[in-house]
């Protein structure tokens, strides 16, 4: 078994390669991997970044107010975590069969950069297993450039389709903790009851697919009496075990993958783990696999066991939304419906009390209520006197009445309160001056109401002129560690009596800009901004409300340590000297692309911009040559390497020749100097 703890990263470390823009798979369910879930939220640098996953177990950092801008999180499949942040539209849900999902990363759909996993520890071969979850990681794992982990130590090794190669992981760390558990709790009378009629459905021999919670479990715990029982599920749970160890499950008339349990992943106790570890009568497959109708048809007698949230009279069910409100997501449920339906002797069986809330409201029906199809939409002028118009969108199952009601919120369209007339249209005043709007319609038919809101209006302007900027903010002070930056306001017509100052921290392009700091004119740089560029955002307020105008970025916020001074400041009897070598990752363990990082000072010790830095690979041939890079305004050079496949792998030094000088001088003359440094392979 390979050593992996001596080739570990930090969290920090491992999604350091995580870039602004970028789109990330993040692993799910049991398989979550929360470390590096928690590391990535905490990255305060990035903008952009778009997360795919299915339910997610634990906290969502990523969809926390605070993270807005910074990452967006779109639901294949929602849980707990997500369920407001989608509601609130922090957060996208994506419609979606399962089964499609790997298509999305297969075939670039959605073109995946990284993919972040939990990994059980490689076998003596070197090939970790996804664990717990397979479902769309595979397909994730196969086509994102990247793939980082964490290899945890009490995560299942599981057989079927789940192999991952150390070597396609371009960054790990390691840990040793336990995975999340579902405890299953207690059944209901009802549930009960509802496991025993549905218990009497199943006959022997019959292929079942199940989901999780009390009515499941309820009938699986009712299935022990039966002979030759087959699983073939996206997923299942611990009441499974009890089957297999009762032996009324055998697989043994499958026709797909006979004498196997297959599924596409795992949700339990540790009871449950420690039966899929290692254990060849358990396969896991991707979801295109496990829920692709035209291989659930196959088995003879299938049966598919789901629940539902309401159902009406003419059979029409909801399973994934409450209303408006997203709840789980389409998941596999229609897969299985329809496979089983198809299946010689198969029985599609839904599931699910007659009633919720305590009993006070019914889950059948006698027909649907509205469902929100296309959001509710606001016309007009925003700006104060002006009179907007609401439509309320489109809706299914015959709405016959709307209810409009008017919500005045902040910029974001975030905590809103109703004002205004309960119709269709609302005169905008000076109270709504600098805030958005949104109508939310309410839906009715003769089953019930729902509700949906529309997008927020632009910022409503006043009646009267607003401050209008003349000449933007100016930025003084020098831009470095430990130094003290004053802005002034700019020039402003109209009459301002009030200015407030919001500085941002922004990338070394002066972009992907997050605003830190005090409401005030002047700002003390820490080493959190070395490296970025600072602007400062002043808003001007009159009585008829506020406009706002941007410096031009600062300089790169330089360190606390000497100062750069340009090359061409650099003569004889001074000299450059490299003194400063980073290579990221620090160890070479794979043939991916890698960072080489340099800092050039002359012989007094200043930092020097603008030299030219060039790095050669030494033995010859085991990477590509780079081209020259020039020095920024700290000092450093970061220069990629590509490796070629006459790199090894196995314990070596690659060597690099590097030398820095002046433009125009020729090599290993004038200023010129040069420097041996390795990396380790392996």
Known sequence: MPNVTRQAASADEVVACISSGMRVFIHGAAATPTPLVEALSARTDLSDVSLYHLHTAGPAPFAEPCCEGRFLSYSLFTGAPLRRPIEEGRADFVPIFLSDIPRLFTTRAIPLDVAILQLSPPDRHGYCTLGTSVDAALAAALSAPLVVAEINRRMPRTLGNTLVPLSRVHAFMETDRPLPVHEPRPATLEEDAIGEHAAKLVPDGATLQMGIGAIPDAVLRRLKDKRDLGIHSEMFSDGVVDLVEAGAVTNRRKHVHPGRIVTSFVVGTERLYNFVDDNPFVEFHPCDRTNDTAIIRKNDYAVAINSALEVDLSGQVVADSIGFRIYSGIGGQMDFIRGSALSKGGKPIIALPATAAGGTLSRIVAGLKPENTSLPTVSGTAKAGSTLTATAGAWTNNPTSFDYQWRRCDTGGHNCNGVGPRKNTYALSGSDVGATIRIRVTARNQFGDEQAQSAQTAVVAAAGPLPVNTALPVIGGVARNGQLLVANTGSWANSPNHYDYQWQRCDGAGNNCGGFGANSSSQRLSSSEVGRRIRVTVSARNQFGTSKATSAPTGVVAGAGPASIGVDQVSLPNQLV?????????????????????????????????????????????????????????????????????????????????????????????????????????
């Open 578 to 682: 490299i003194t400063g070598v980073q290579f990221v990752p620090r160890r070479l363990h794979s043939r991916q692309a890698f960072v080489g990082r340099f800092r050039v000072s002359d012989a007094r010790g200043n930092l020097v911009r603008g030299a030219v830095v060039y790095a050669i690979g030494v033995p010859y041939g085991w990477v590509r040559a780079a081209p020259e890079v020039v020095t920024g305004n700290n000092g450093w050079a970061t220069i990629q390497f590509f490796p070629t496949r006459l790199m090894p792998l196995h314990k070596a030094a690659l060597v690099f020749f590097v030398r820095a000088r002046k433009p125009g001088e020729r090599l290993l003359s004038g200023v010129s100097t040069r420097r041996l440094v390795q990396v380790g392979i392996g």
